[in-house]
C-alpha cells in the first residue's frame, strides 16, 4: 500500500516523451483556489471549462477542471481534500478471533497444569491425588449449558473447562467457568469452579455430604489458563516496522462474541494520534471451521495505522529511500535528452483506503518538486500529484492514471507535463504485478515468523504465515493466522 506512489513515479525513469507542454492557442487553463479543492477559472473560458467535484463523502475527495481547445487538446487540473467524519480515538476497528481449533490444542496443556497444581496434594476423605484426564476446553454460551448459570453470574459467554480429578478414595468431574472481564485496557477472566464427588461405595457416598468441595475447587482453580487465555484474546502485539516506528493496538469497548463451540473473538483498537477518516462499519468474514488464530480489520483499522504512517513521516521516509528521483536523473534517456529533474515526493495528505465494491480502493495525495533547466535559465516548481490503486486479496494491484498539476504560486493550479502523464497513464499496467508481489510480502512479513508466549504456560504460539482475504463489501480484510502451539 505504502509504495504505489514511489513505483509509479519511478516510471518516470522510463519516460520517452518530450516534457514539454503543448499549448494551443486561447487562454490557458489556471484555477485560482478560493478553498481545499474549489476555486475560480479566467472568465474567457469560465463557459467551457467543465468542473466535476465528487460528492463529500468520507475519504480523499477531488475537484478536476477540464477545458478542450482546438486540435483535440485537452488540458485538467485537480485539488483534494481530507472528508470526514473522523475516527474517535479507542473506537473499535479489528478483532481477535481464537478458534475452537485452539482450545482443542490447549487441552492437553491444561490436563498438565491441573496435574501439576494437584501434585502432592491429599484432601480428607478423599486421599491423595492421583490423575487428571477428560480434560476439554469449549467455546461456550449459557443458553446451551444451562447447568452452568450459577457459573457464570449472568454472563452469557465464556470458555468452559471440563474434567475428571482422580483421588485415592473418590474422583471429581470438575468444571470451571472463564468469563472474560476488561478493566479499562487489561483482560483478565473470572474463574468460578463447581466439583462433584463420586465416591466407590456408599458409605463414602454418603460422607460425601459432609465433605465440602469448595477445598477442592479452590486447587483446581489456578491462574496458568487465565493467563493463556488472556494472551490468545489480546489485541495484536505491537508491530515494528523499523526507524522507530511501531504500530500499536488496545482493547476498545466492544462485546466479547462467542460461536457455541466453534471460535471467540474480542475486540480491539488501533492507537493513533490524530483523526483518520471513519467509514460505516459492515458484515465480517466468518472464521473458517479449522480456524486456529484469525484478524479482523475493518476499514477503520487499516486508515488508522495508514494515518499513522503518514502523521509520523513514516511513509515520507520509505518514498525517500526509494530514491526515485536519483534514478530518475540517472537514467540514460532522462540525462541525455530531458532537462526536468524531480525530487523525492512527499504525502500532503494521509492515504486513505474505502470500500469500492468488490475492491479496496487506495487513494493518496502528494507534493514534488519540479525543476526544468539548469542555473539562472531553471525553472522551479512544485508539482500536485494524485494517485489511486485498486487492491483485491489475494493480493492483487490496479493503478489509475495519475494526475498531476503545478502550482503557480500558493493558490494557483495550471496543467504541466501532460504528455509526460499520459505517457504514464499508458505505461501503469506493467507495474500492478509488482506492487501486487510487494503487497503479499508486505502482508507476510508483518505477521510470519511471530512467537508468541502464553503467560506462564510453557508453550508459545508460533505464527507460520498469513492469507488475507477482504471482508464483504470491501468492509475490510480478514486475516487468517498459520498458528500452532509450539513447546
Known sequence: ??????????????????????????????????????????????????????????????????????????????ATELVGPFQAPGACGGRVVVGQKLLDALAPITAELVARQLAGTSIVGLGAFVRVDRVSLRWARLETHLADAALVAGARAYVRAAATVHFEHASAPVTIALVPLREGEKLRFRVAVHAELHFANRVLEWLSRKLPTDELATEVAGD????????????????????????????????????DGAWGALPF???????????????????????TLALDLDVDALNAMLFELWRTKWLDRRLADAGLDRKFAEDATVARYLSVRVGSPTLA???????????????????????????????????????????????????????????????????????????????????????????????????????????????TLGVRGATVGLAPAARGVHVELDAELLK
Open 224 to 259: 496458568e489458563l487465565d493467563a493463556a487465555l488472556v494472551t490468545t484474546l489480546a489485541p495484536p502485539p505491537p508491530v515494528v516496522l523499523g526507524d522507530g516506528q511501531t504500530l500499536a493496538f488496545t482493547y476498545c469497548d466492544g462485546p466479547f462474541e462467542v460461536e
Open 349 to 459: 495528505l494521509p492515504p486513505v483506503l474505502e470500500p469500492a465494491g468488490d475492491h479496496l480502493r487506495l487513494a493518496a495525495d502528494a507534493r514534488i518538486a519540479i525543476v526544468d533547466g539548469s542555473g539562472s535559465a531553471s525553472l522551479a516548481t512544485t508539482g500536485r500529484l494524485f494517485g489511486a490503486a485498486e487492491l483485491r486479496f489475494p493480493a492483487a494491484v490496479k493503478l489509475a492514471p495519475l494526475e498531476l498539476a503545478c502550482e503557480r504560486g500558493a493558490k494557483t493550479l495550471v496543467p504541466c507535463y501532460a504528455d509526460l502523464v499520459a505517457g504514464l497513464a499508458a505505461r501503469s499496467p506493467d507495474f500492478d504485478g509488482a506492487l501486487a508481489e510487494r503487497l503479499d510480502t508486505l502482508v507476510r512479513s508483518i505477521f510470519a515468523g511471530r512467537r508468541l508466549p502464553l503467560g506462564d504456560v510453557p508453550v
Open 1 to 78: 500500500m505504502k509504495t504505489f506512489i514511489g513505483l509509479a513515479l519511478a516510471a518516470l525513469s522510463l519516460a520517452l516523451f518530450a516534457a514539454v507542454e503543448q499549448r494551443s492557442a486561447g487562454t490557458e487553463l489556471a484555477v485560482e483556489l478560493t478553498g481545499a479543492r474549489t476555486g475560480d477559472v479566467p472568465a474567457s473560458i469560465a463557459d467551457r471549462v467543465e468542473r466535476d467535484a465528487e460528492p463529500d463523502a468520507p475519504g480523499l475527495r477531488r475537484t478536476r477542471w477540464r477545458v478542450a481547445y482546438r486540435g483535440g487538446h485537452v488540458r485538467e487540473v485537480g
Open 269 to 291: 483498537a488501533v492507537v493513533f494520534d490524530g483523526a483518520p477518516v471513519h467509514f460505516a462499519a459492515g458484515p465480517r468474514t466468518p472464521p473458517r471451521k479449522d480456524t
